[in-house]
């Protein structure tokens, strides 16, 4: 079974930045996507990256942020730059593909303060 552990979440103001991190088990050229889910909501897909690093981007964070990745590491990257306190969130990562979604990681929550 594959394995996820996502990082870098915490506090921040609005106008801030942060960087999340995604170690995948087994990661190999696969496209890979960010997820978030806010309390009473379903989990969205924001950012997608496919294993030739071409990227596409929910509407809500185009502009502010950035998805990247490591093959070498096993890391996929969100860079979140002028987050708003509608980007409070747990943010995932997980492959694009549903079908090879078997699970899902802890996530790592993101809070925007005013």
């Known amino acids: 079974q594959v394995q996820l552990v996502e990082s870098g979440g915490g506090l921040v103001q609005a106008g801030g930045s942060l960087r999340l991190s995604c170690t995948v088990s087994i990661l190999l050229f696969n496209d890979m996507g960010w997820f978030r889910q806010s309390p009473g909501k379903q989990r969205d897909l924001v950012a997608r990256?496919?294993?030739?690093?071409?990227?596409w981007y929910a509407d809500s964070v185009k502009g502010r942020f950035t998805i990247s990745r490591d093959n070498a590491k096993n890391t996929v990257y969100l860079q979140m730059n002028s987050l708003k306190p509608e980007d409070t969130a747990v943010y995932y990562c997980n492959f694009v593909n549903s079908r090879l979604r078997t699970s899902w990681g802890q996530g790592t929550q993101v809070t925007v303060s005013l």
């Open positions: 990256i496919t294993g030739g690093s071409i990227t």
